[in-house]
C-alpha cells in the first residue's frame, strides 16, 4: 500500500491501492466529520523497479521510504501501508496507529486459460509460476516439487496481464484479499479465463508478525506520534 493522506500530491494512485485507502478514509470520516481527509499519492523505489526481484535489489523500505520521509517533513499527516511493506523497526518518532480489519487471509492460484479446472498438482513437470515472493515460492516449492516458480512484478492489472497474453506462466500466485477487494472473484467467473483456486491454509505458513495465515491483506495505518489519538478509533483488536 503506497498511499497517503496529504494536503497536496500531483501522483496517480493504482487502483488497489486506492480502494484500501479508501477504506481507511471511510472509517475516519465517519468518526470525524468535521474532518477534511484528501488522498494523495506518490511512487516509492519499490513501484519504479520492476525488472529486478524484491530479494535482489538490496535495500530497505522499498515501498515506505518516500512515504517516511513525507511524514518526517510534515507533508502529510498518516501513511496507509501494506503490513507485509513496512520495515522491522519504524523510524523514531513513528509508530503504527491503527491495524485495520483483515481481509481474506488465503493466498490464490489464478490460472492461465489453457489450465483452467486444473491445480498445481495436476499440472505438468516443470510448468512455471509466477510469484514475487521467496517465501511463497519456497513453500510451495516444497509441496509441488514438480513445478518451477519465477518472479513476477507489477501490479494486480499487470501481473493478470502478463499471465493472459503470454505463455510464460502456467499460473501465478496472488493474495485472495487483493482479487476480492478489486471486485474479481465474479469477473473470473463470467470471463472464464482463469480459473480460481483457494489454497488451504496448511499450504503455506504465515509470513512474519502474523497470528493465522499471511499478512498480504492487512493494513496498516502509520502516523507522528502526536497524532495516535486521530487513528487508535478504527484499531481492529481481533486482527
Not at 468535521?34 to 519499490?46: K, P, Q, R, W, Y
Not at 535495500?59 to 507485509?84: I, P, W, Y
Not at 499471511?214 to 493494513?219: A, H, P, R, V, Y
Request: aromatic share 6%.
Amino acid at each position: 500500500m503506497r498511499a497517503w493522506l496529504s494536503k497536496n500530491g500531483k501522483a496517480s494512485l493504482a487502483t488497489l491501492a486506492r480502494i484500501q485507502t479508501d477504506s481507511v478514509v471511510m472509517m475516519l470520516r465517519e468518526l470525524y466529520p468535521d474532518l477534511c481527509f484528501e488522498i494523495v499519492a506518490m511512487s516509492t523505489t519499490g513501484d519504479k523497479i520492476l525488472d529486478t526481484a524484491l530479494s535482489k535489489i538490496g535495500e530497505k523500505s522499498l515501498f515506505t521510504k518516500e512515504l517516511e520521509n513525507a511524514l518526517e517533513r510534515n507533508e502529510v499527516d498518516l501513511v496507509v501501508h501494506s503490513l507485509k511493506d513496512l520495515p522491522t523497526s519504524l523510524p523514531p518518532g513513528f509508530t503504527i496507529g491503527a491495524v485495520c480489519k483483515r481481509e481474506n487471509p488465503l493466498d490464490a492460484v489464478v490460472f492461465h486459460p489453457k489450465n483452467c479446472g486444473k491445480t498445481l498438482s495436476l499440472l505438468p513437470e516443470k510448468s512455471v509460476i509466477g510469484t514475487s515472493s521467496l517465501r511463497r515460492a519456497a513453500q510451495l516449492k516444497k509441496k509441488f516439487p514438480h513445478l518451477e516458480f519465477r518472479d513476477i512484478r507489477g501490479n494486480l492489472n499487470t501481473r493478470l496481464k502478463k499471465l493472459d497474453e503470454k505463455e510464460d506462466f502456467s499460473a501465478i500466485v496472488l493474495a485472495a484479499a487483493g482479487l476480492k477487494r478489486m471486485g474479481w472473484e465474479d469477473r473470473i467467473g463470467q470471463v472464464r479465463l482463469m480459473h480460481y483456486l483457494t489454497l488451504v491454509v496448511e499450504t503455506l505458513r504465515h509470513g512474519k508478525g502474523e497470528v493465522i495465515f499471511l499478512w498480504s491483506d492487512m493494513k496498516s495505518v502509520g502516523i507522528r506520534d502526536g497524532n495516535l489519538a486521530l487513528v487508535s478509533c478504527i484499531l481492529d483488536s481481533a486482527t
